[in-house]
């Protein structure tokens, strides 16, 4: 073929790819709503009146336009599209402080990006603890025209998971900012914790939900009695997801965590699931009997519909990593045409031991990745060592990376960092590592920590490994479950490893078939190795997905290539200094 002819060839793919795809505009309005997820009526955040928000679906390729308005009054609200790498749009990353300001009340801010990758996503609110108020909705995306996706199935369900609590999130960020600390307890039980008294700490009540739909206090298989007065339903909005499936076909179910706290587990009764997708990357096939979900991640999960057709079958999703004292999630597979009322004959499935983490690092070595898959860089141009752990400043308990506590500045790091803004943040290098003698498996000599930017400037385009450092809490024999996501980017999952890594640890790197992720668990007493390249020019923020960590400081900054960045729309940053800079002199 003449090298016209193949570019010729070239132009032609790139345009009918370009008429392909669209732009997908939403109208939204965030907003106070009364809603009764779990039978008890409470306030929660919601879009257009929805709980959770609405799903988003697109094809790869396709640009969202969401004109979203804040109708809260008194507080300023961002939408995080959480899986979607942002590439040419970091303001569009929906950071608050990190890639633009928040939304003011009665303003209007348009998100307009690009998603490429087919996939399972979501999105929710990275203000404050807003997606613990119910700010959070799915957003799928599937492959383009002409594209099919490497495995078959006859219909899909989603499955968006989360926990609720009673609390409103302003009485836990008092709580969690409080001295004496208060905890805000584990889902649907008062605090009773050796390390937060009852004394001290808040009277926290929730459900696990499925959809938003859970049953707060209340046993479904009894709802479901015909003529049973054990539950009764106060709304709608409570009722009992159903998956209506016919028997001998295959379904996708897409699974996804937006927890403020909880760890999760899935299993269905009787079925055997096939994972097949993770994060918006396809893994190799594997068969599991049930799943652990961590806060942020996502999954796509086959199912055949091969069992006795005349019965209905439990969906059972249940607490890891904590002491539950919360029921189980419940939800029926419905075999047509079977009435959904009809209990399933069997008992729902037992979620594992709540610390049996040998089951969930069984599950979690599992997932490789899919062949073709692009494989790691073989070799990194650095290390940063992230040791996750848990002090005090002044008294007030903290979780600090490398004994930094993130604070987050009030002008966005993406202007101040692309105008070149002095004072705008602590400009100090926060540590690649942290001291050698340290013991990961006791609590801190010295708990003592302080609060910065923690700002990692990385060489554009570089290959970065991050070694994932757990370690024991203030309280003794204390150590937990953090799931981490990167923004902007996927990384790979070199590997796990228990108690304090070692420099002999990277021999056992995964170079061959590492899984593509965007959000990774770190097990207690353990560490866990990515890698990443920072191809991708903007600010970043890398954190532990659980909403009370984050919002006492688990998290750092990853800036790269800001220079690159251009047409900052200037609503993405007009607060702080930047706007002061606007008013000033003008930004290019």
């Keep these: 073929?003449?090298?016209?002819?193949?570019?010729?060839?070239?132009?032609?793919?790139?345009?009918?790819?370009?008429?392909?795809?669209?732009?997908?505009?939403?109208?939204?309005?965030?907003?106070?709503?009364y809603a009764s997820p779990d039978c008890e009526e409470k306030i929660l955040l919601g879009i257009n009146g929805q709980f959770p928000g609405p799903t988003i679906r697109a094809k790869a390729g396709d640009t969202i336009h969401v004109e979203l308005k804040n109708a809260l009054h008194t507080e300023g609200v961002v939408i995080?599209?959480?899986?979607?790498?942002?590439?040419?749009?970091?303001?569009?990353?929906?950071?608050?402080?990190?890639?633009?300001?928040?939304?003011?009340?009665?303003?209007?801010?348009?998100?307009?990006?690009?998603?490429?990758?087919?996939?399972?996503?979501?999105?929710h609110g990275h203000y404050g603890m807003q997606r613990a108020?119910?700010?959070?909705?799915?957003?799928?995306?599937?492959?383009?025209?002409?594209?099919?996706?490497?495995?078959?199935?006859?219909?899909?369900?989603?499955?968006?998971?989360?926990?609720?609590?009673?609390?409103?999130?302003?009485?836990q960020m008092v709580g969690l900012s409080s001295k004496p600390f208060r905890w805000i307890g584990e889902p649907q039980a008062p605090i009773a914790s050796t390390q937060n008294p009852p004394s001290q700490a808040l009277s926290a009540f929730s459900s696990l939900l499925i959809n938003g739909r859970g049953q707060y206090n209340c046993s479904l298989a009894a709802h479901l009695m015909e003529g049973s007065s054990t539950c009764k339903l106060t709304s709608k909005d409570c009722a009992p997801v159903v998956l209506r499936v016919l028997p001998g076909k295959t379904y996708r179910l897409r699974v996804t965590s937006t927890t403020s706290l909880s760890s999760l587990n899935l299993a269905i009764g009787n079925h055997k699931m096939m994972v097949v997708e993770a994060d918006g990357s396809y893994v190799e096939p594997f068969i599991v009997d049930d799943?652990?979900?961590?806060?942020?991640?996502?999954?796509?999960?086959?199912?055949?519909t091969d069992q006795n057709p005349s019965?209905?079958?439990?969906?059972?999703?249940?607490?890891?990593?904590?002491?539950?004292?919360?029921?189980?999630?419940?939800?029926?597979?419905?075999?047509?045409?079977?009435?959904?009322?009809?209990?399933?004959?069997?008992?729902?499935?037992?979620?594992?031991?709540?610390?049996?983490?040998?089951?969930?690092?069984?599950?979690?070595?599992?997932?490789?990745?899919?062949?073709?898959?692009?494989?790691?860089?073989?070799?990194?141009?650095?290390?940063?060592?992230?040791?996750?752990?848990?002090?005090?400043?002044?008294?007030?308990?903290?979780w600090s990376i490398n004994n930094i506590s993130l604070a987050l500045p009030p002008t966005p790091y993406l202007g101040s960092m692309r105008y070149h803004l002095k004072n705008a943040f602590d400009p100090s290098k926060p540590p690649d590592n942290f001291p050698s003698d340290y013991d990961v498996m006791k609590p801190p000599k010295n708990p003592n920590s302080t609060q910065s930017s923690n700002t990692y400037v990385i060489q554009f385009n570089s290959t970065v490994d991050v070694i994932l450092q757990n370690a024991n809490a203030l309280a003794d024999n204390v150590s937990e479950i953090h799931p981490w996501h990167l923004h902007g980017h996927d990384f790979w999952v070199l590997g796990y490893g228990d108690e304090r890594f070692e420099e002999k640890d990277a021999s056992q790197f995964n170079l061959k078939n590492p899984p593509l992720r965007n959000t990774v668990v770190i097990f207690p007493y353990g560490w866990t190795a990515i890698r990443f390249v920072a191809d991708n020019p903007g600010v970043w923020a890398f954190h532990c997905h659980i909403e009370p960590h984050l919002h006492m400081g688990m998290g750092v900054i990853f800036a790269e290539g800001v220079d690159h960045v251009r047409r900052i729309p200037k609503e993405a940053i007009t607060c702080g200094m930047t706007a002061n800079k606007l008013m000033n002199n003008g930004l290019p």
């Design 311 to 398: 019965s209905n079958y439990w969906l059972s999703v249940g607490v890891r990593g904590r002491k539950p004292n919360t029921q189980p999630a419940l939800a029926i597979i419905n075999y047509q045409p079977n009435s959904p009322s009809k209990l399933p004959e069997s008992s729902p499935p037992v979620t594992p031991e709540w610390n049996d983490y040998n089951h969930s690092k069984s599950f979690s070595s599992k997932i490789l990745a899919r062949q073709g898959t692009p494989k790691p860089p073989s070799y990194a141009e650095r290390q940063i060592a992230l040791l996750n752990t848990q002090n005090k400043i002044n008294g007030y308990i903290k």
């Design 80 to 123: 995080h599209w959480h899986g979607i790498r942002q590439y040419g749009t970091p303001w569009a990353d929906g950071t608050a402080s990190i890639s633009q300001c928040a939304i003011n009340p009665e303003e209007t801010y348009v998100y307009r990006f690009q998603v490429d990758k087919a996939g399972t996503y979501f999105y």
């Design 133 to 171: 108020a119910g700010l959070y909705g799915s957003l799928i995306v599937e492959v383009a025209d002409g594209e099919e996706e490497p495995f078959h199935y006859d219909g899909e369900f989603n499955l968006l998971l989360s926990d609720w609590y009673h609390q409103s999130i302003y009485d």
């Design 1 to 33: 073929m003449s090298s016209l002819l193949y570019v010729s060839c070239i132009i032609s793919l790139l345009l009918q790819a370009g008429l392909a795809s669209k732009t997908r505009h939403f109208k939204w309005e965030v907003g106070y709503m």
């Design 291 to 304: 799943m652990d979900i961590y806060s942020g991640e996502s999954y796509s999960v086959l199912i055949n």
